[in-house]
């Protein structure tokens, strides 16, 4: 026998196989043809000659499988991560705001819910929480930069036109925003840092570039400073260390600008911790400061006080901080207005007083509790409250203790609670089932919780049955909505049967409720008869012993200078010498006509991934690194050797990825533009005309 007909054989029956066991799926070979060459991008190195390899597509991770290497798809998804991460702090930089914005908006989500989803399967330590700070504190940087810098054009305009007032309070906005962009740049950073000694990301380029951005404006918002401003400087000297609510700091105070001139008989705002106290100067720039310590910890050895100038002010604000020692105090509460019934989704409400030996507590806030949980918040006011809660349907109906607490631990004003009996009446409950059967033994059941009037009851467990045998419980979720698919049990041998839905209410202040409905179970799929099955198996042990044969006799001819001898195949056909290093019109120009055709047949995605492909044709000869690269490791190898036409890559990367991995298929228009740039990269005279306007 020889090779020829051995393959022959071996893949005559391996044909066989494959139509006994499980039929035979055809592809469609136009489609084939033109999507190898998008994948046909990749280029390896050997000694002598650039060997151009097929290489396998990227995984679009929308669609992986348990099946597959979940690993090398976490490290996928890490990888667009850092790289959105990074391109959104390069565009930050240069000013793009929104598209700073876009990296780091709805896909870097989406890629972080599979990212997520992925490492819950795999044995490694995910970073889904740094990926999810660094995102959401770069989002707020981009809004932060971008607002100081539209403020910052308003400051100027207002000293243009000499308006100090409105150029006064724009310079007091700059200043906050300012210490706001120095925070979260810092933030972002630290993140970088994070993800970068836990996975193999180089997020160096990003880290320079928010530096930058933040040395940036603070360095302009120094000359704002001293264009608008008036240093000051506010010194305290505390009579005692030793406070508490009931001994309260008590503190000499000045306030002066910095070349020593008192700020004299003005009211100034101090602000205390999370507390704010207004004192007035007298001609000396002299205050007292009075303070009684509630909510601070009492491991807090200094106090910081910080005097905040209005909008309107010449001066600069100045902090210092006074060195204290806490004693805690027992508050007392008492109530004196309490709803006395309430039923599930009611409006709890709850009014009293709070102080120490009569003396009244200000600026906390209260927990209203019903049952032990809260549902609710109160603030104290100079020692009174008034606030409400929603009644949930998890307090069982009957009595129970409704009030306030203070929720402190370890503060200078000790926990305490009060609470008073109320009566929490029974509301109906109805559900709603429908269901739908698979056609696998399985049923597809969609239901709701709800009251009279209500619009669903969330976070209640609602019990399964099919022909009356529990096949599990679902918990509701928003809405009252709950959906889930069973399975039949064996022992249920009809075709109609009775999904019921029971919610038992046990626990909570809603009736019981059931619903159900008939469901008609599909037939389940077939099963092959076991001669066949035999059959199959009798032919997968002919076809590996053709295979080891056929495998010996190749090995064989090889290494005796057969057809194999002396040169390197590729994937494609073509071998090493035949492979040219740098790409000609013969393997672009083919490329842009196809892009073309597939764009004007209505096959927008197919024509900007063909136009992509002729763009790595032409420009991977351009570059020194090789190796197998992504779409976005190619642009950033291409961008760094300074081409003057990386944006043009840069549009047709972003591109690419849009209709090989995006949700949604590119517009006519869009596939028009990208094909438009792709032929002015590649150097093509051809028309731009293919149905479209080119995206600009």
């Known amino acids: 026998m020889n090779t020829v007909g051995g393959r022959s054989l071996v893949f005559a029956l391996l044909i066989i196989l494959m139509t006994v066991t499980s039929g035979i799926a055809v592809a469609n070979p136009a489609s084939a043809a033109d999507g190898d060459a998008v994948y046909r991008v990749a280029v390896q190195q050997n000694d002598t000659d650039r060997v151009q390899n097929e290489t396998t597509p990227h995984r679009n991770p929308d669609n992986y499988s348990e099946d597959g290497d979940l690993n090398s798809v976490e490290g996928w998804l890490s990888d667009r991560l850092s790289t959105q991460l990074g391109e959104s702090a390069i565009q930050l930089s240069e000013g793009e705001y929104e598209l700073a914005k876009d990296y780091v908006g709805e896909e870097y989500r989406e890629?972080?819910?599979?990212?997520?989803?992925?490492?819950?399967?795999?044995?490694?330590?995910?970073?889904?929480?740094?990926?999810?700070?660094?995102?959401?504190?770069?989002?707020?940087?981009?809004?932060?930069?971008?607002?100081?810098?539209?403020?910052?054009?308003?400051?100027?305009?207002?000293?243009?036109?000499?308006?100090?007032?409105?150029?006064?309070?724009?310079?007091?906005e700059l200043e906050t925003l300012a210490n706001e962009i120095e925070s979260l740049g810092g933030s972002v950073r630290e993140s970088y840092d994070k993800i970068e000694n836990q996975t193999n990301s180089d997020l160096s380029e990003a880290d320079t570039a928010v530096e930058n951005v933040t040395q940036t404006i603070q360095t302009e918002q120094a000359a704002v400073r001293e264009q608008s401003f008036e240093k000051t400087e506010l010194t305290l000297t505390a009579e005692r260390e030793t406070i508490s609510f009931l001994d309260p700091?008590?503190?000499?105070?000045?306030?002066?600008?910095?070349?020593?001139?008192?700020?004299?008989?003005?009211?100034?705002?101090?602000?205390?911790?999370?507390?704010?106290?207004?004192?007035?100067?007298?001609?000396?720039?002299?205050?007292?400061?009075?303070?009684?310590?509630?909510?601070?910890?009492?491991?807090?050895?200094?106090?910081?006080?910080?005097?905040?100038?209005?909008?309107?002010?010449?001066?600069?604000?100045?902090?210092?901080?006074?060195?204290?020692?806490?004693?805690?105090?027992?508050?007392?509460?008492?109530?004196?207005?309490?709803?006395?019934?309430?039923?599930?989704?009611?409006?709890?409400?709850?009014?009293?007083?709070?102080?120490v030996d009569g003396t009244p507590v200000d600026g906390v806030t209260l927990a209203v509790v019903l049952e032990g949980e809260q549902i609710g918040t109160a603030t104290v006011t100079d020692?009174?409250?008034?606030?409400?809660?929603?009644?949930?349907?998890?307090?069982?109906?009957?009595?129970?203790?409704?009030?306030?607490?203070?929720?402190?631990?370890?503060?200078?004003?000790?926990?305490?609670?009060n609470t008073t009996t109320v009566t929490v009446r029974e509301t109906e409950s109805k559900l709603s089932i429908e269901g739908e059967s698979t056609g696998n033994q399985e049923i597809t059941v969609n239901g709701t919780l709800s009251t009279v009037g209500s619009d669903g009851v969330a976070g209640e467990i609602v019990q399964l049955r099919v022909d009356g045998t529990s096949v599990g419980t679902v918990t509701t979720g928003e809405g009252g909505s709950f959906g889930e698919t069973i399975s039949v049990p064996d022992s249920v041998s009809e075709e109609d049967v009775t999904v019921t839905a029971v919610y038992e209410g046990s626990g909570s202040n809603l009736a019981s409720a059931t619903a159900e409905t008939v469901v008609v179970i599909g037939e389940t799929g077939t099963q092959l008869p076991t001669s066949v099955w035999l059959a199959g198996g009798f032919l997968v042990v002919i076809a590996a012993g053709l295979g080891f044969w056929w495998y010996r006799r190749s090995t064989s001819e090889i290494s005796s200078g057969g057809p194999a001898d002396g040169r390197q195949s590729t994937l494609d056909g073509t071998t090493a010498t035949e492979k040219s290093s740098d790409p000609s019109p013969d393997t672009v120009t083919p490329l842009l006509e196809r892009a073309h055709e597939q764009l004007t047949s209505g096959r927008p995605d197919d024509a900007a991934r063909t136009s992509y492909a002729a763009v790595r044709q032409a420009l991977e000869a351009r570059i020194e690194k090789q190796g197998a690269l992504t779409h976005w490791e190619?642009?950033?190898?291409?961008?760094?050797?300074?081409?003057?036409?990386?944006?043009?890559?840069?549009?047709?990367?972003?591109?690419?990825?849009?209709?090989?991995?995006?949700?949604?298929?590119?517009s006519t228009d869009e596939a028009s533009g990208i094909l438009e740039r792709a032929r002015q990269l590649c150097g093509s005279d051809g028309s731009s005309s293919d149905g479209a306007p080119a995206d600009d």
């Open 634 to 666: 190619f642009y950033r190898t291409y961008r760094s050797e300074d081409a003057p036409d990386a944006e043009l890559l840069h549009d047709i990367t972003q591109g690419y990825e849009h209709a090989a991995f995006g949700r949604d298929s590119v």
């Open 383 to 417: 020692g009174e409250f008034s606030g409400m809660g929603t009644v949930p349907a998890s307090v069982p109906d009957g009595e129970a203790e409704l009030g306030v607490r203070l929720p402190f631990d370890d503060q200078a004003l000790a926990a305490t609670t």
């Open 111 to 172: 890629r972080l819910g599979q990212y997520v989803d992925v490492a819950g399967e795999t044995n490694g330590e995910s970073q889904e929480d740094e990926f999810e700070e660094a995102g959401e504190k770069q989002s707020r940087l981009s809004d932060t930069v971008q607002e100081y810098r539209e403020t910052k054009d308003e400051y100027e305009a207002a000293r243009e036109a000499g308006d100090e007032e409105r150029a006064r309070e724009r310079a007091r």
């Open 249 to 355: 700091l008590v503190a000499a105070g000045e306030l002066r600008t910095a070349d020593g001139t008192p700020i004299a008989n003005e009211e100034i705002r101090l602000n205390v911790g999370n507390h704010t106290e207004l004192v007035t100067t007298d001609s000396a720039g002299a205050f007292t400061l009075e303070y009684r310590p509630t909510d601070e910890q009492l491991s807090t050895d200094e106090l910081a006080v910080q005097y905040v100038p209005k909008t309107q002010s010449v001066y600069l604000g100045d902090e210092t901080n006074v060195s204290v020692s806490i004693e805690q105090t027992e508050p007392t509460v008492s109530l004196s207005e309490v709803s006395r019934e309430v039923s599930y989704n009611d409006e709890a409400a709850v009014a009293g007083e709070l102080a």
